[in-house]
T-cell receptor, first 107, second 114 residues
Framework: KNEVEQSPQNLTAQEGEFITINCSYS?????LHWLQQHPGGGIVSLFM???GKKKHGRLIATINIQEKHSSLHITASHPRDSAVYICAVGNTDKLIFGTGTRLQVFP | KAGVTQTPRYLIKTRGQQVTLSCSPI?????VSWYQQTPGQGLQFLFE???????NKGNFPGRFSGRQFSNSRSEMNVSTLELGDSALYLC?????????????FGPGTRLTVT
């Protein structure tokens, strides 16, 4: 079993829909990161959180430390949100990555 | 502020050769981490350098090595290349490390081994 599990693996949505991507982990962490990877490979850090909730524009990330679970929400999704979303946990001094969720948003 | 830069962006090598990849972190960042991304294994941690010292290492063979210079620039080297080393190699910099600070990723070096 992977130390970081993401679901779903693939997600298709219509523009405007509310999106939720889930991440569960089984190791002790100091922080959890949500990353976005566009075709071509570039990775952008969306959030780093160790408790509670953070919001940037249409993106919201939450974490429940007791349940070892985090969610990434996208409100009013747009085709430009199409990308792979990766959950990663900071464990000691390294990141352990989930396998990613491929999101496609159609107009 | 300039972002993380990696050179070269693309590289084709032959089995048995060696390769050196370079990463320049964001000015002021002292931690540089290296990652390998393949379709089969996803993203995997290679190693992290902080103030010229390797602070942590992932589960990769000794053919993978790295170093960090006094200006925080880092290089990674892969010797005796194998076909399975074909991957996107990403570096990321942060103020002090992955635990407490946001990671800033470079565009990656895509290595193809033939």
């Amino acid at each position: 079993k992977n130390e970081v599990e993401q679901s779903p693996q693939n997600l298709t949505a219509q523009e405007g829909e509310f999106i939720t991507i889930n991440c569960s982990y089984s190791v002790g962490i100091s922080a959890l990161h949500w990353l976005q990877q566009h075709p071509g490979g570039g990775i952008v850090s969306l959030f780093m959180l160790s408790s509670g909730k953070k919001k940037h524009g249409r993106l919201i990330a939450t974490i429940n430390i007791q349940e070892k679970h985090s969610s990434l929400h996208i409100t009013a999704s747009h085709p430009r949100d199409s990308a792979v979303y990766i959950c990663a946990v900071g464990n000691t001094d390294k990141l352990i990555f989930g396998t990613g969720t491929r999101l496609q948003v159609f107009p | 502020k300039a972002g993380v830069t990696q050179t070269p962006r693309y590289l084709i090598k032959t089995r048995g050769q060696q390769v050196t990849l370079s990463c320049s972190p964001i000015s002021g960042h002292r931690s540089v981490s290296w990652y390998q991304q393949t379709p089969g294994q996803g993203l995997q941690f290679l190693f992290e350098y902080f103030s010229e010292t390797q602070r942590n290492k992932g589960n990769f063979p000794g053919r993978f090595s790295g170093r960090q210079f006094s200006n925080s620039r880092s290089e990674m080297n892969v010797s005796t290349l194998e076909l399975g080393d074909s991957a996107l190699y990403l570096c990321a910099s942060s103020w002090t490390g992955t635990r407490l600070y946001e990671q800033y990723f470079g565009p990656g070096t895509r290595l193809t081994v033939t």
